[in-house]
């Protein structure tokens, strides 16, 4: 099982990006992804920027590098950034949104399927092959047994399995808006946010009236509350045909995430729970721990 | 501009008809479309009743194959493109790129929209359906503010159908799990959010709750008006506060818009509300068809009439209506 660090989905300093990666250049990762996937107006770096520390973390690290595109693409400013992203002639691409799909099919060159793309069956999978998708990351609602399931429908349509990679730890990017939550709890309208999701590094929790954790609001993306966490699912992970688990940045402690992960693919038995949710994986309501509900 | 309005049973469907929609879409009675409710949607017999209706008045019906196919659920999403096909209609809505390509290669016939639920905000992604499945046409999702409209209008010749009223979807369509996050079905996969067997109302401690795979969406005091708990319509707590964190319950009406709409050269505008009433079709279609066709014969002199207003606002949730993200100030 390969290890893969999502791309940062929150919105930090320069400054705290580049020592993030910098720590994550050492450690024994996979694949590396970069680039802002959120918000086009999260600019503490550029493209270009991205682009290079891009390639300084390809000098650095054995991981490959793949750059991550902006998943809502609205904007034609947006829509240019993203093209010029996927003519980058260095990097495999991610794409989160059809755009990126027709450019990277277009110029013939392989891609990786982001967990934003809605690829749920086989046929599907086929359609996304065809355009050159390599690696396929699927929606973070999908079950090990939606999962299996596609990949058998592709081996019966005769079509050869991309890698697979599921998104295994991290708070969950569930949904994506026109309007800006961060902004909106700061009563700013979304042109003059100030860029104010700067101030929360793991977003803001958003809770029910009755103090319940549900969702963790990042611009214009809303994450789950609970950080989903399929370690203790390593086994299935593996049978279920996952070749790569996604390791989604946090704030504090992603190299104990790592380390713990790392420890279980080299052989060292995985836990019987951990803390989180992994509902999604089970079938079941994504905010639920398996564990915790009886199924396991 | 034509006007594309909502059905969830035959008399829905009539009702449409008579008040002068230009279009009527409906879905099948299981998960293969978006508005996938107990008791909702035409059976076999319905549809083609309704189809029959609906061409003997020179009027169109488009059905919805627009959810994402589940992996073991496939041959179904199969059957009803094929049996669209057979029925005559005059355009399939989907959204999965599998259902797409099937449909594209075994009718090619039949017209293909894609759904606002394949989540297709600017021209790149347009052109990606249009080359690989021959799309006639593309609803937009509710996510764009008017400039944005014109511009990917300006970029495509895909013909654009967009959202001019009814309920309104805070999150980019096709793209929220928030409900499968909470009660394990979302729409893509299944048809539904925030499913109706999941909700319990309650009274608590002299407040009406209401609450969905019991997380709390919102609590109401005497007097206050309580909606259905669409969770994103429900009131958090963030940074210590209390209020409609994601969005308040309300409608989107674009009345105001259909010059703008006109002048961009948007193809249909669409009612939401498959799930609504034949009353509420009926009313909706009425007074839409009426500001549709004063500004076809006077586009200067348009002007949203107030019983019009007053018609809808009535009909909105909430009570309240609003130009949604057409409107920037709103995002």
């Known amino acids: ?296 | 501009m034509q006007l594309v309005c909502p059905a969830g049973s035959l008399p829905a469907l009539k009702a449409a008809v008579r008040q002068g929609a230009d279009a009527v879409y409906v879905g099948f009675r299981d998960d293969t479309n978006a508005r996938h409710f107990a008791g909702l949607n035409l059976d076999d017999k319905q549809l083609e009743n309704g189809i029959a209706f609906a061409h003997q008045h020179n009027k169109h019906v488009y059905i919805a194959v627009n959810t994402y196919a589940q992996p073991e659920g496939w041959s179904r999403w199969q059957r009803a493109v094929d049996q669209a096909a057979d029925l005559g209609v005059n355009a399939l809505i989907a959204a999965d790129p599998g259902v797409l390509a099937y449909a594209s290669k075994h009718h090619p016939q039949l017209n293909l929209h894609l759904s606002v639920q394949g989540s297709a905000t600017n021209a790149a992604a347009l052109a990606f359906y249009q080359e690989r499945y021959n799309i006639k046409r593309a609803v937009l999702p509710r996510v764009l503010s008017l400039a944005q409209v014109k511009h990917v209008a300006s970029q495509t010749s895909v013909p654009i159908e967009v959202f001019a009223f009814g309920s309104l979807c805070i999150m980019a369509e096709g793209r929220c799990h928030l409900s499968s996050y909470l009660t394990g079905e979302s729409p893509n996969l299944c048809g539904v959010c925030s499913p109706a067997k999941a909700v319990r109302w309650s009274n608590e401690e002299g407040e009406l709750t209401s609450r969905l795979n019991d997380v709390l969406i919102d609590r109401y005091s005497e007097g206050e008006s309580a909606g259905y708990p669409t969770l994103c319509k429900g009131r958090f707590m963030v940074n210590g506060q209390r209020f409609h964190a994601l969005e308040e319950p309300t409608s989107l009406d674009t009345m105001d818009l259909i010059p703008e709409l006109a002048k961009i050269g948007v193809s249909a505008v669409k009612i939401e509300g498959r799930q609504r009433s034949p009353a509420y079709v009926e009313q909706v279609t009425r007074v839409w068809r009426a500001a549709l066709d004063s500004y076809r014969q006077a586009p200067e002199q348009y002007k949203v009439e107030p019983i019009w207003q007053q018609t809808l606002a009535g009909l909105s949730e909430g009570s309240q209506t609003t130009l949604g993200a057409y409107h920037r100030s709103w995002q």
């Open chain 1, 1 to 296: 099982m390969k290890l893969s660090l999502g791309p940062v989905l929150f919105f930090w300093e320069r400054d705290t990006l580049m020592q993030f990666y910098a720590d994550m250049a050492e450690q024994p990762l996979d694949i590396i992804y970069m680039g802002e996937t959120v918000c086009s107006k999260r600019r503490s770096l550029s493209l270009d920027d991205w682009l290079g520390l891009a390639r300084d973390m390809q000098q650095q690290s054995k991981a490959q590098v793949v750059v991550s595109g902006l998943t809502l693409v609205e904007a034609a400013s947006e829509l240019s950034s993203l093209k010029r992203m996927c003519n980058n002639g260095e990097f495999l691409v991610e794409a989160n949104d059809m755009s990126a799909v027709q450019f990277l099919s277009t110029l013939k060159v392989p891609f990786v399927g982001g967990p934003a793309l809605n690829i749920y069956n086989g046929h599907t999978l086929a359609e996304f092959i065809a355009c050159g998708m390599q690696r396929w990351s699927p929606p973070v609602e999908c079950s090990a047994h939606i999962i299996s399931s596609a990949l058998q429908q592709l081996d019966e349509l005769g079509v050869a399995r991309p890698e697979v990679e599921v998104f295994a730890y991290g708070h969950l990017p569930l949904a994506y808006s026109a309007r800006c939550f961060t902004a909106r709890s700061e009563n700013r309208p979304k042109d003059d946010c100030d860029l104010c999701c700067i101030k929360y590094e793991e977003g803001i929790p958003l809770l029910s009236q009755e103090g319940q954790a549900l969702f963790t609001i990042n611009g214009i993306q809303t994450m789950s509350a609970e950080v989903n966490n399929l370690l203790a699912d390593f086994p299935t992970l593996r049978n279920t045909g996952v070749d790569i688990a996604r390791l989604s940045p946090r704030a504090q402690g992603m190299a104990d995430v790592i380390s713990a992960w790392d420890k279980v693919r080299q052989g060292q038995q995985a836990p019987l729970a951990v803390q989180g949710c992994n509902g999604y994986w089970h079938g079941r309501p994504g905010m639920v721990s398996a564990e915790e509900v009886g199924l396991c």
